[in-house]
């Protein structure tokens, strides 16, 4: 059973900083797609950035050159620095795996990509 647990969101100012952590369990392979995902209050999820074992990386371009995904291989865990935030960066952050690797960059950031989720951690940016 995979098993994803965020941590790190909270409150910042805009212009702040915050680093969100997601924590896996279950996944026995070495072949996945781990993202991180959003959903504001009255909007649909959206995807933020997402990476696989091959090392494809993609990010929402509203988030590029602010936020930064990396992943930890022997931890199997993936972390989301965020720079830079703004108060449309509002909103409740998830995590979310596959076992497989993208064929196709950009569903890294589809929600519909993802059969396993988190629970999510809030993060606020106050203006």
């Known amino acids: 059973q995979v098993q994803l647990v965020e941590s790190g969101g909270g409150t910042v100012q805009a212009g702040g900083s915050l680093r969100l952590s997601c924590a896996t369990s279950?996944?026995?392979?070495?072949?996945?797609?781990l993202g991180w995902l959003r959903q504001a209050p009255g909007k649909e999820r959206e995807g933020v950035a997402g990476?696989?074992?091959?090392?494809?990386?993609m990010y929402a371009d509203s988030v590029k050159g602010r936020f930064t995904i990396s992943r930890d291989d022997a931890k199997k865990t993936i972390y989301l620095q965020m720079n830079s935030l703004k108060p449309e960066d509002t909103a409740m952050y998830y995590c979310?795996?596959?076992?497989?690797?993208?064929?196709?960059?950009?569903?890294?950031?589809?929600?519909?990509?993802?059969?396993?989720w988190g629970q999510g951690t809030q993060v606020t940016v106050s203006s």
């Open positions: 279950g996944i026995t392979g070495n072949t996945y797609s």
């Open positions: 979310a795996a596959r076992l497989d690797v993208a064929r196709v960059a950009r569903y890294l950031i589809s929600a519909a990509y993802y059969p396993y």
């Open positions: 990476i696989d074992t091959t090392g494809t990386a």
